[in-house]
């Protein structure tokens, strides 16, 4: 524990339970049974077989990891009667865990220094789960997760989420403030973090706002675990409903505070199924990623994975591109979700890459524009690579590409809409729908879609309209066949004397340059224009080129006016997560400009 005033902390969360239940006259361990906001209460005949199952035996606090053999056997004890069902209607995140443990004992997650089964997964999610529930924390209370990329970290998501307690997992790369933002705005009861976090928190002064309980073997959570029974485990997991929040994922925050988007049980477990299906999962997958789990779009994998039941792959810790050709190669993996070219690009380049066995993949998941994504199938032919759109606010993917796809349409869409969900473009300024092919903003609405922004009702309302659209501030097409393009963000358009570029189509272009590896194109104030674009450019390995070179690669083949004006070559971005942070690229040049005095770019021809 970060000091003995955050034990006391937890001691008196803890404490709290039991003050709640003894002016309710029943045991604090008989547990919670209020009825939650948003939606109807389960109350199935699992709910009240468990009620009555008064001969279960708590198990013991200890952590039991290795409890569970690998041939898949286990106790009963810590599945509802709803989880161990091997198919019908699952709706929270309970039953998928269940219904995987039950349909596969093989490997669930595989990471450098650790591999489970799914059983063994479901019985560490019950450690936890006592853990959590232990140190006083109900269905519906915040637990704030920063334990970077281990199997106890996406244990402790699961577990945390299979009770109704809701995690919000902390992005790893939060600075002093936004930990400060998102400890107090999500109103967290409970922060379990690595111990090289402390001084982190510390600086934000996070224990004012809630205790801190480092790491999952912190001795208050293993002491209050004494007194929680599997059992309890087990209702509070069966009076989860799909209407209940299931967790709080806050945006990247590149140009404000971070916004907390709350999906709901039924919306996640949705958007597992989709996504699984559109991917055509089987058990006998393994689906690498080195995407962190603080990302939506990890933590949706990892949800997808149980519903084949198929293993997830990680890096762990830490994104190496040598350790990602390994663990691709060493695995055999039959999916690759590397998503975005600054983590794809350098394992392409990894020097061994030529002479890896990579023959187990059959598809390749990848984000980005046409230029990048063309790129790097060229790279790599052998593998189908196909693309998606979505978000944090959609749940994950709203729309994902298929290896059956025309190659033209892999490269320059992302694929229809999964199951459920509908996407419409529409004009920014009037809200009517652009024909087919036509440019406008993306909508979106289904069952996947986020809840509301947590506390912040005005924003919600601007986001979600009253037919249940959620207005994306993503600028694309939707052509004649239902797939969609993404071109870019409303706020990444830039107005260079009245006219309007888009910094995608500019990007494309530099990316069509044999000697760009990555290039991001940003605005620069500027007094006759109001603002130029300005790209920032990262080289392919063993390859050169100059800011004159690059400018009149883009010269006749799109306008002037969308020309780049300054050229900025760079070794390493800025990243918010796992996106490049284009507020910082534009604040760079701004400096410099402003440092050296330089108010009007350079006329084109003068070059």
Not at 202 to 215: E, F, K, L
Not at 314 to 319: A, E, I, K, M, T
Not at 379 to 404: D, K, N, Y
Not at 541 to 565: N, S, Y
Request: charged share 25%; net charge negative.
């Amino acid at each position: 524990m970060a000091g003995g005033r955050c034990e006391t902390h937890l001691e008196r969360l803890r404490e709290r339970r039991v003050r709640l239940a003894d002016r309710a006259g029943v045991d604090h361990l008989t547990p919670r049974h209020a009825p939650r906001r948003g939606g109807a209460r389960c109350t199935g005949r699992a709910g009240r077989e468990l009620a009555g199952d008064a001969d279960a035996a708590p198990r013991s606090a200890a952590l039991e990891f290795t409890a569970a053999s690998r041939t898949g056997r286990r106790s009963e004890q810590s599945m509802t009667h709803a989880e161990s069902k091997g198919g019908g209607h699952v709706a929270t995140v309970a039953g998928l865990l269940g219904r995987a443990a039950t349909l596969s004992g093989g490997e669930a997650i595989v990471m450098p220094e650790e591999r489970v089964t799914f059983p063994e997964l479901l019985e560490r999610t019950s450690t936890i789960g006592r853990r959590l529930r232990g140190a006083g924390l109900d269905r519906g209370d915040r637990v704030g997760l920063l334990l970077g990329d281990t199997v106890d970290g996406l244990a402790a998501l699961l577990a945390a989420m299979r009770i109704g307690i809701v995690p919000v997992p902390i992005n790893g790369r939060y600075k002093e403030r936004e930990v400060a933002h998102v400890t107090r705005h999500s109103g967290m009861r409970l922060l379990v973090a690595e111990e090289a976090a402390l001084p982190l928190l510390d600086a934000a002064d996070v224990s004012s706002a809630c205790p801190i309980a480092t790491g999952l073997d912190d001795p208050v959570l293993v002491r209050g675990a004494t007194a929680v029974g599997d059992d309890e485990i087990a209702a509070e997991a069966s009076a989860v409903t799909p209407a209940d929040d299931a967790i709080f994922i806050y945006t990247s925050g590149t140009t404000a505070a971070p916004k907390g988007c709350v999906n709901l049980h039924g919306g996640f477990v949705a958007q597992a199924f989709a996504y699984a299906s559109r991917l055509e999962l089987r058990p006998a997958d393994r689906l690498f990623t080195p995407l962190p789990f603080f990302h939506v779009s990890a933590i949706v994998t990892l949800a997808a994975t149980l519903v084949a039941p198929c293993a997830l792959v990680h890096v762990g810790r830490r994104f190496e591109p040598g350790l990602a050709l390994a663990l691709l190669e060493q695995e055999r993996c039959t999916i690759s979700f590397t998503a975005f070219e600054t983590i794809w690009m350098p394992v392409l380049n990894e020097p061994r890459f030529p002479e890896a066995d990579l023959s187990s993949l059959r598809l390749i998941l990848n984000v980005g524009t046409p230029g990048s994504l063309q790129r790097m199938q060229e790279r790599f032919p052998q593998v189908p690579q196909i693309s998606a759109f979505g978000g944090t606010e959609t749940g994950g993917f709203a729309t994902l590409g298929q290896a059956i796809d025309p190659l033209a349409s892999r490269l320059s869409t992302g694929g229809r809409p999964l199951d459920g969900c509908e996407i419409r473009a529409v004009d920014p300024e009037t809200g009517a729908d652009v024909p087919a092919g036509e440019t406008g903003e993306l909508l979106m609405r289904g069952p996947t879609r986020f809840a509301r922004y947590h506390d912040d009702p005005e924003q919600t309302a601007l986001a979600i309209d009253a037919d249940g659209w959620f207005h994306s501030g993503d600028l694309g097409r939707v052509d004649p066949d239902g797939r969609v393009a993404f071109v870019g963000r409303l706020k990444d358009m830039l107005k260079v004397g009245g006219e309007n570029v888009a910094a995608a189509e500019v990007e494309s272009h530099l990316l069509a340059h044999p000697a760009v590896e990555i290039a991001q194109v940003v605005s620069a104030p500027d007094a006759r224009y109001a603002e130029v674009p300005a790209a920032f450019v990262q080289l392919a390995p063993g390859q050169t080129a100059t800011e004159e070179e690059l400018i009149a690669h883009c010269l006749g083949q799109i306008a002037t006016f969308k020309v780049p004006r300054y050229v900025r070559f760079v070794d390493e971005w800025p990243m918010s997560g796992t996106k490049i942070r284009k507020v910082e690229l534009r604040e760079r040049i701004a400096a410099e400009l402003e440092a050296a005095g330089i108010t009007e770019a350079p006329k084109l021809t003068s070059r």
